[in-house]
């Protein structure tokens, strides 16, 4: 078991950037985990976002976010960054990270440890 927690959210305007960080700890080593982001809007289901694999850092993005959104994770410090530029409204949610062991998969079941979530808000 890991423990994840997510800071970084806030509100923004339309065409901002943000960045997201998920600080993972439990673990010396992390390189048989990937580390997931979704996120979940008032009234719908949670969703995934992305996702980075610790080894190699191979990544995989949503289609609604792949060319905005880029994932990268700094090994020193045990942390995974989702950088957002070019948000939209449609971006508001609140941003959860995941962390399963192996490889990258898109359902929310697939992951096994969780962060409380930041929000963020963006503007028209």
């Known amino acids: 078991q890991v423990h994840l927690a997510e800071s970084g959210g806030g509100l923004v305007q339309a065409g901002d950037s943000l960045r997201l960080s998920c600080k993972v700890s439990?673990?010396?080593?992390?390189?048989?985990?990937?580390v997931g982001w979704f996120r979940q809007a008032p009234g719908k289901e949670r969703e995934f976002v992305g996702a980075?694999?610790?080894?190699?850092?191979?990544?995989r993005y949503a289609e609604s976010v792949k060319d905005r959104f880029t994932l990268s994770r700094d090994n020193a410090q045990n942390t995974v960054y989702l950088q957002m530029i070019s948000l939209k409204p449609e971006d508001t949610a609140v941003y959860y990270c995941a962390a399963r062991k192996s490889v990258i998969l898109s359902s929310n079941n697939a992951y096994d440890d969780w962060g409380q979530g930041t929000q963020v808000t963006v503007s028209s």
């Open positions: 439990g673990r010396t080593f992390l390189s048989g985990y990937t």
């Open positions: 980075i694999r610790w080894v190699d850092t191979t990544t």
